[in-house]
């Protein structure tokens, strides 16, 4: 009787670490949640991510002293992961994904160039008052939110 040895030899494909996760729902994923559900959720979402990019801006630049452009970059990376953490899980209830991932990449990219530049051109061409800083801040933000739910929606949540 003679004996064989078999080897077998697994190699992995090189990969992108996904995005830590964040345990918000029980429910399986998928992107079958109805238009109105996703608008609120969405909104929900920007409110307390606005929260977090807000209060971290604030802080940076009046409290540190960082430059506005510097303060703003920092909080909207922060509050924009909070915001995709949240809505990939909660609001379009979709799995993770390599693709997606590199997709919300690219338009987070894209908002983040416009959200930096329009917040410091309003912050700019304000008067010197209390609510220049946020006033500056939301029309900045709301452009964003408004581009961000249009893409993700359209186009990021869907790819599979």
């Not at 994923?29 to 929260?51: E, P």
């Not at 915001?83 to 997709?103: D, H």
């Not at 917040?119 to 961000?148: E, H, K, M, S």
Request: proline letters at 6%; hydrophobic letters at 50%; charged letters at 15%.
């Amino acid at each position: 009787m003679s004996r064989a040895l078999v080897f077998c030899v697994v190699t992995a494909e090189p990969h992108l670490p996904l995005p830590p996760e964040l345990p918000l729902v029980d429910e399986p994923g998928g992107t079958d949640v109805d238009l109105k559900t996703q608008i609120i959720r969405f909104l929900a979402t920007g409110i307390f991510s606005a929260v977090v990019d807000f209060g971290l801006y604030t802080l940076l630049f009046t409290v540190v002293g960082l430059p506005l452009p510097v303060a703003k970059s920092i909080s909207f990376i922060a509050g924009t992961t909070t915001a995709y953490l949240i809505n990939r899980r909660w609001t379009f209830q979709a799995e993770p994904n390599r693709k997606r991932f590199l997709a919300v990449i690219a338009l987070y990219a894209l908002t983040f160039a416009l959200q930096v530049g329009i917040n410091q051109l309003c912050y700019y061409a304000l008067p010197d008052a209390w609510w220049r800083i946020a006033l500056a801040f939301c029309v900045a933000q709301g452009t964003a939110t408004v581009i961000n739910f249009i893409v993700q929606r359209a186009v990021i949540f869907k790819i599979k």
